[in-house]
């Protein structure tokens, strides 16, 4: 049995060592960058190539997380790991990529109902100490100064705070109208990937 293992079309292979159980997806790039897993096997690791990789950060926006429109303990949570992720890869040379809801008038119009009213569950229920009573689905209007939901422009679509604090002039940004950047090829995230 060989020590390596090569899949996935020509030009494009990747490459598994079980030695040193190494994952290779950096191709031919002269600069590689070679990282272990956090998850998997023990010893695991995996190369890249910065210049070919993105980071792509996706909903961290007010909607979600700052306590005006809703409590989301965990999201908060991982802003941290998030800057700190965000400036590895700037030194690496890896692209920011942030993906987010930015609703048009054409998407409102043209949305399906179940997306429409999505994130809706603490909304609905009788007990809810949601500040989010207003909330009639995506579009509605949140009150106050938080505008729209997810409306493009609007202040609850926009990156959190302390996040929008590590955004780049370099950085990509790629709106999407469904819970995937990827549903379809119009999406903007179809074009930078």
Excluded at 47 to 60: F, R
Excluded at 107 to 128: N, Q, V
Excluded at 148 to 156: D, E, I, M
Aim: with cysteine; proline share 6%.
């Amino acid at each position: 049995m060989s020590a390596n293992l090569t899949f996935g079309p020509p030009g494009q292979e990747w490459h598994y060592s079980r030695t040193s159980k190494t994952y290779d997806l950096s191709g031919a790039s002269p600069k590689k960058l070679t990282l272990a897993t956090t998850e998997g096997p023990e010893g695991t690791s995996f190369t890249i190539a910065p210049e070919a990789t993105a980071l792509v950060i996706i909903d961290m926006q007010n909607f979600f997380l700052d306590e005006r429109c809703m409590e989301h303990p965990n999201g908060v949570g991982a802003v941290g790991p998030i800057i700190e992720v965000i400036e590895k890869c700037r030194e690496a040379g890896i692209q920011i990529i942030w993906l987010n809801w930015a609703l048009t008038p054409q998407d409102l119009l043209t949305l399906p109902a179940g997306i429409k009213r999505g994130f809706m569950k603490d909304a609905l229920l009788p007990t809810s100490s949601s500040s989010l009573r207003s909330y009639t689905g995506l579009g509605s209007d949140l009150g106050g100064s938080r505008g729209r939901c997810l409306v493009a422009g609007s202040w609850n679509a926009d990156i959190y705070e302390p996040l929008k604090a590590h955004m780049r002039d370099s950085d990509l940004h790629c709106a999407k109208n469904r819970m995937s950047g990827l549903w379809e090829r119009e999406q903007g995230l179809w074009g930078v990937l």
